[in-house]
């Protein structure tokens, strides 16, 4: 069995926008934390997707110098939405360690949620963004004309712009979301062999608009896929970007900060 190289170590710190702390527990997740500061992984931003984990995330942030979170919910579970949970986002939207309105947006890919629902629940947490003047972290898939219709409807209203997460849709959604100043997200799918189509959307986007996650524990990156994805995994999701934009990891790392810092604590 041949052996794994080792996770690259850069000179530039990275930030992780997007991933899932609240499924790890007690000595898996301070394993993971400091697995990640070891390998120069500064901050870590740990996602709110359903009414059950609003709360851990807010513990998750104030309980850890280096995670901050977001509180939103995924389409899968905006069939769980409602008032009560309206006024849960807003409130605690309002920590200074909570960043973003996320992860919203549609998903006809398993639709878990009635489309319609997910469709009304996405505006709703669009609205929270606009009066709270945050920026979003959108989740799409097989729902690239729903998207984009939904959100020319709100970017007019829009004063921060977010990111496109674990971005996997077509060219034609890129290059809107592009033009309307949202950053695109890329993680550990970028390194599977089929992913051409993700390769190719990475080859468009300009360096001021590209972010690093690894969505762990899902979606681990080559040479680990198949293991549990963790945060300390980011630097194989970088220097992939990098190859793709024919960039040197440590010339393309500043700009992906920089980019991070400015959608989410900008």
């Known amino acids: ?27 898996a997740l301070e394993g993971a934390l400091n697995a990640a500061k070891a390998v120069n992984v500064e901050r870590i931003i740990t996602i709110g997707v359903s009414p059950d984990n609003l709360e851990a995330v807010m513990q998750l942030a104030q309980n850890h110098e280096q995670v901050w979170g977001t509180q939103g919910i995924h389409p899968h579970d905006a069939k769980d939405y409602s008032p009560a949970v309206d006024a849960q986002i807003r409130a605690n939207a309002q920590h200074p360690k909570m960043l973003a309105i996320g992860e919203i947006g549609l998903d006809y890919y398993y639709d878990h949620s009635d489309r319609a629902v997910q469709r009304q629940v996405f505006e709703s947490q669009l609205q929270i963004a606009i009066d709270l003047n945050r920026p979003v972290v959108i989740h799409t898939r097989e729902a690239d004309e729903d998207t984009q219709a939904i959100l020319k409807n709100f970017v007019g209203l829009m004063k921060q712009r977010g990111v496109i997460h674990s971005f996997t849709s077509g060219q034609a ?85 920089q980019n991070s810092v400015r959608v989410f604590w900008g």
């Open 1 to 27: 069995m041949s052996k794994k190289p080792e996770i690259p170590i850069f000179n530039h710190p990275i930030i992780e926008t997007h991933c899932h702390l609240d499924y790890l527990e007690g000595a």
């Open 173 to 257: 959604l890129a290059e809107y979301c592009l033009g309307e100043g949202f950053c695109l997200g890329f993680n550990g799918i970028s390194t599977f062999k089929p992913a051409e189509n993700v390769r190719e959307i990475i080859g468009l986007t300009p360096v001021e608009q590209i972010l690093f996650e690894t969505d762990a524990p899902y979606l681990t990156p080559i040479p680990y896929r198949g293991q549990k994805n963790e945060p300390k995994y980011l630097p194989f999701i970088a220097a992939q970007v990098a190859k793709v934009k024919g960039l040197e990891v440590e010339a393309l790392l500043p700009q992906v900060y």
